[in-house]
């Protein structure tokens, strides 16, 4: 897994009330997608952003944009960012 870093992070609410995740990379925001986003939560931008984050993985997309489109997903999903 690649840890592209971003120059700004996202942090969004965790699963757990109160608690929140701080997401600065490439290979962190897979993660969360992977393991910590909300099963029902999963439309359009989160296929988009998937792909994204894999194209910047390999090199064909800049992280930046990859980032943006996480957090494309984030706002589809209904998910708070801080």
């Not at 600065?24 to 925001?29: D, Q, V």
């Not at 910590?36 to 992280?63: H, T, V, Y």
């Amino acid at each position: 897994m690649t840890w592209a870093w971003w120059t700004k992070p996202v942090t969004v609410e965790a699963t757990r009330p109160g608690r929140r995740v701080m997401i600065i990379s490439l290979a962190r925001a897979e993660e969360y997608m992977s393991y910590e986003w909300p099963k029902a939560k999963n439309g359009a931008a989160f296929e988009a952003a998937e792909l994204a984050l894999q194209d910047a993985r390999s090199g064909k997309l800049n992280p930046e944009q990859a980032r943006d489109a996480f957090v494309a997903a984030l706002e589809e999903a209904g998910i708070q960012m801080f």
